[in-house]
């Protein structure tokens, strides 16, 4: 039986770059693997971008309206089989997708490996990160290191290189804006003991 993974971790824990790897191993042993994103993660286009430099376009994109279990089956259609269903930006799926994710693995018996981050810039679930930690099998967490060198679990936004505590829950385009994955301590030090708006 196939089964649903969630790899999950702060800004810059190198998800997207395990992704990848993930698809090399994949393909290095002859199996096929599609790849996907939410079309609500707009930077790279079409494309996973590493911070390593490593670029590769996905399959298909799923917009916030689609099925994600149509569209892959849609996508799988004359391949002749495939191994994997690989994930970016996960946090961005509806809960209905993260089910169909959890449908993709236990009728259709393709693994699913989705990556993303639990908690947007309040500390608040993502509402796909949120329904993932509730059905995935497995829950893996990627870590990278705050500023301070402790671990970090947080992702404060930044506009114009300012910490901000309001806002939208996504903000990808428009000013310029930025993350850093910080520890819960330089998190309250900088958002001035708030943990969520």
Do not use: W
């Not at 089989?81 to 209905?96: M, N």
């Amino acid at each position: 039986m196939a089964k649903l993974y969630f790899r999950y971790g702060a800004m810059n824990s190198g998800k997207s770059t395990a992704l990848l790897q993930a698809a090399y191993n994949y393909e290095e042993r002859g199996h096929r693997v599609l790849i996907a994103k939410p079309s609500t993660d707009t930077k790279g286009d079409r494309s996973i971008v590493s911070r390593l430099g490593v670029v590769r376009e996905v399959d298909f994109l799923v917009g916030a309206e689609q099925g994600l279990r149509d569209v892959f089956l849609a996508e799988r259609e004359g391949l002749g089989g495939v191994s994997c269903l690989l994930v970016d930006e996960a946090q961005f799926l509806t809960p209905a997708q993260v089910d169909d994710a959890l449908r993709i693995a236990l009728i259709d018996d393709v693994p699913v490996l989705a990556y993303g981050i639990r908690t947007d810039f309040l500390t608040s679930a993502f509402p796909g990160s949120g329904r993932l930690l509730e059905i995935a099998h497995s829950l893996e967490e990627l870590k990278t290191i705050c500023r301070c060198g402790r671990k970090a679990i947080f992702n404060p936004r930044k506009v114009n290189g300012h910490f901000v505590f309001d806002g939208d829950q996504v903000a990808i385009d428009g000013d310029e804006v930025t993350y850093e994955a910080l520890c819960g301590a330089c998190y309250l030090e900088e958002s001035d003991g708030r943990l969520s708006a």
